[in-house]
Nanobody, 125 residues
Framework: QLQLVESGGGLVQPGGSLRLSCVAS??????????IGWFRQAPGKDREDVSC??????????TYVDSVKGRFTISRDNAKNTVYLQMNSLKPEDTGVYYC??????????????WGQGTQVTVSS
């Protein structure tokens, strides 16, 4: 069973930065087979795809929703089974619960099979 745990959320002022972490466990030696996506959801709104990084065996390519391009960066430390989302120049509309999810190989994955519990990001003055 693959388990994902997000951390790094908090309260920041507009223009500030946060780095979210998604730590995976239970991968064994199959870590290179999984894509990791970041999603966010605000109250009363649908869940939104934010960013994704494909598995290393699939090239490790990255994608971003247009609203975060140039501000957010997704990366992976394979040795630590950790995916990061560096968020800079944060805006109030970035507020929400951020989730990471794992799926097979590609961005987007055919199915997002595993989900973390979420971490709250609040951008407010």
């Amino acid at each position: 069973q693959l388990q994902l745990v997000e951390s790094g959320g908090g309260l920041v002022q507009p223009g500030g930065s946060l780095r979210l972490s998604c730590v995976a466990s239970g991968l064994g030696f199959t870590t290179d087979y999984y894509a990791i996506g970041w999603f966010r959801q605000a109250p009363g709104k649908d869940r939104e795809d934010v960013s994704c990084i494909s598995s290393s065996s699939n090239g490790g390519s990255t994608t971003y929703v247009d609203s975060v391009k140039g501000r957010f960066t997704i990366s992976r430390d394979n040795a630590k089974n950790t995916v990061y989302l560096q968020m800079n120049s944060l805006k109030p509309e970035d507020t929400g619960v951020y989730y990471c999810a794992a799926g097979w190989m590609t961005c987007p994955a055919p199915e997002w099979d595993y989900w973390g519990q979420g971490t709250q990001v609040t951008v407010s003055s």
